[in-house]
């Protein structure tokens, strides 16, 4: 039975959502937040404040069942962000976890696998080709997952999340309430959007499934 979960990333969008989650099944919850960050923890969890650091992260993670990662960007100046945060950031998370003895959970996303047509998309078996700087970050971060010897793990891929206190998204639903309709990209590209709600349930799934380890999972 998981008792106690580390969340790094904790008062994001999804990681708010996780937290409650957890917390309403009695989880005990430690939200790792940034030392800098303004940002409240979820209420009635613990508060430790780390950097992406191995050394800091051994520390917050000491009594955890499980570690889920969701630290991370999806927008930067410049390339070279995206992978000192979601790659070499999972490097830290992922060897502090497995020194702590805990098992990871770590939120890739679908931009590590690249585009698919939507007649086809993607699935777990594909072969990854992500176009973008910041989906080659992540796929990185997932290499390094995998990678990291004696770490019992669990990769997720979510497409565009969106639902309640989502403020990447929302502007699209305004627009449309009003007539509005942007155009991203191609006229006839594809893009996978998941519910908060469902990536809730796919991370809780994974926290519960004690069982499962070195898989990567397409959450759409």
């Keep these: 039975m998981i008792r106690s979960v580390a969340i790094t990333g904790a008062t994001g969008f999804i990681g708010r959502h996780v937290a409650a989650a957890l917390m309403t099944r009695g989880?005990?919850?430690?939200?790792?937040?940034?030392?800098?960050?303004?940002h409240q923890a979820p209420v009635g969890s613990t508060l430790v404040r780390a950097r992406l650091d191995a050394g800091e992260l051994r520390k917050a993670f000491a009594g955890a069942d499980t570690v889920v990662h969701l630290a991370?960007?999806?927008a930067a100046v410049d390339a070279q962000t995206f992978f000192d945060i979601n790659t070499e950031g999972t490097r830290a998370v992922?060897?502090?976890?497995?020194?702590?003895?805990?098992?990871?959970?770590?939120l890739s996303s679908l931009a590590a696998a690249g585009p698919a047509p939507p007649s086809a998309p993607c699935r777990e078996t594909d072969t990854p080709r992500p176009v973008t700087p910041y989906g080659v970050s992540k796929l990185e971060s997932e290499r390094i997952v995998s990678a990291?010897?004696?770490l019992r793990s669990i990769v997720l891929r979510p497409g565009v999340v969106y639902g309640p206190s989502d403020?990447?998204?929302f502007p699209l639903f305004q627009g449309a309430?009003?007539?509005?309709?942007?155009?991203?990209?191609?006229t006839d590209a594809a893009y996978a959007f998941i519910h908060v709600d469902d990536v809730v349930?796919?991370?809780?799934?994974?926290?519960?499934?004690?069982?499962?380890?070195?898989a990567v999972f397409v959450a759409h």
């Design 201 to 214: 349930r796919a991370i809780l799934a994974a926290v519960e499934h004690v069982d499962v380890t070195g």
């Design 94 to 106: 992922a060897g502090a976890a497995r020194d702590a003895g805990a098992r990871l959970v770590h």
């Design 167 to 169: 403020r990447a998204v």
């Design 27 to 38: 989880v005990a919850v430690t939200s790792i937040v940034r030392p800098d960050s303004r």
């Design 148 to 150: 990291t010897e004696g």
């Design 72 to 74: 991370g960007v999806v």
């Design 177 to 186: 309430q009003h007539g509005i309709l942007p155009l991203v990209g191609r």
